[in-house]
């Protein structure tokens, strides 16, 4: 009767203690360290090729393993950093997204989704996409006069006039003006709940609108014979969606190569989390830099609208993206889902290899489940048989 207790004793406490390890990391890993990771005010980061050939300039921190496309897909991967100087090699030359092979958390999550309804052959699909702003104070010198406003700044104004730009295009869009001020180690976690509101709504795109802190150079490329503020595409490179926010990220730029070349400069996938692990479909966007003209960035926008609804609504990928499966695991409900995947993935198979080990074979193993569940069944009032271990009945 006693080892009988403590078998029990010791198996509910390694369950108790798995799972509050495992919510507690979870819950770890949706803490965003971006602002502790950008870059002191005025620090420039250059990422350079193996020749020193500079690849691209960013106000954001570079960190060993972040990896960059450039306005021509070449793919590199960051060996080394050395103050704000930043040394990456070529990997390859990126033609296209490549979906990522399905994880074991991914492939239960699709099987869950699969008996979900699902939108009516037919049935016109409406278009919603939510927009907001982590750094709202973020500003334009040349049309607001300064590169920060307190608490609201120029990025809002361009944030609108995308906004404008997809209702034209017959876009609902699901949009936040706050600030999320002060641009402090809070900042993500302050949008995140705006995030999260937003993504109630299932939105087909949740996108948070920045500008960089660069030479105004940095952005400036020709788009179709015309001089146009660039906007370059980030993504988190820490949090479980990174391979469908890459995914997402590599198509909008496809798309934008092929109706406005140069307008899109290039995908940085830096360290963070940047809340994209709420949404496969998230995206943060840097629309020039603080050093460039707002009117040039608000006209900028009017082109990637365009480049974001001809994606997700006029592709087959694009409409893959936006489907009931991937808006379905969109949201706090999504990530929720996830997490409790994890924990009983992860309480299953700690519970069952200890219970091996501790029984000593598969057959004394498989004896004692079969105990367990007689006991619990009858403890339940269900049709178990009295236990017999160790000749005795248990007391309370």
Do not use: C
Request: charged content about 25%; glycine content about 10%.
């Amino acid at each position: 009767m006693k080892s009988k207790f403590f078998f029990r004793f010791k198996l509910l406490t390694l369950v108790l203690a798995l799972t509050l390890f495992l919510t507690a990391t979870s819950s770890l890993a949706m803490f965003d360290f971006e602002d502790l990771l950008d870059g002191q005010p005025g620090e420039v980061y250059t990422m350079v090729d193996e020749k020193g050939n500079v690849i691209m300039r960013t106000a954001r921190k570079i960190s060993e393993g972040d990896e960059y496309i450039d306005q021509k897909n070449n793919h590199y991967r960051v060996k080394s950093v050395v103050q704000q100087r930043a040394e990456a090699e070529l990997i390859e030359k990126t033609a296209a997204a490549q979906p990522e092979q399905e994880g074991l958390i991914a492939r239960v999550q699709g099987l869950l989704l699969t008996v979900l309804p699902v939108q009516r052959q037919g049935e016109e699909k409406t278009k919603r996409i939510a927009i907001y702003s982590s750094h709202g104070a973020e500003s334009y010198i040349e049309g607001d006069g300064t590169e920060s406003k307190d608490p609201g700044g120029g990025i809002l104004d361009v944030a609108d006039r995308l906004q404008a730009a997809l209702e034209k295009k017959g876009v609902e869009v699901i949009r936040s003006r706050q600030p999320h001020t002060p641009h402090d180690a809070g900042a993500y976690q302050r949008s995140r709940r705006t995030a999260e509101e937003a993504l109630k709504e299932s939105p087909d795109a949740i996108i948070d609108v920045h500008r960089d802190a660069v030479p105004e150079e940095e952005y400036l490329g020709e788009v179709n014979g015309e001089e146009r503020v660039q906007v370059q595409l980030v993504v988190g490179r820490q949090n479980q969606n990174i391979a469908n926010n890459r995914q997402f990220a590599e198509g909008l730029k496809k798309q934008a190569d092929q109706k406005y070349p140069g307008l899109v400069k290039g995908i940085f996938m830096a360290r963070g989390n940047y809340n994209q692990d709420l949404s496969p479909t998230a995206a943060l966007i840097e629309v020039g830099s603080h050093t460039n003209d707002k009117e040039q960035a608000m006209e900028s926008m009017d082109l990637f609208a365009e480049v974001v609804t001809d994606y997700l609504y006029g592709t087959a990928e694009g409409q893959q993206a936006s489907g009931p499966s991937a808006t379905t695991s969109k949201g706090p409900g999504g990530t929720a889902l996830k997490t409790v995947l994890w924990l009983v993935v992860g309480v299953i198979v700690a519970v069952a290899a200890y219970l091996l080990i501790s029984t000593g074979g598969i057959e004394q193993f498989k004896a004692r489940i079969q105990k367990f569940i007689r006991r619990e069944m009858n403890f339940l009032g269900g049709p178990g048989k009295p236990d017999d271990d160790d000749g005795g009945t248990d007391g309370s």
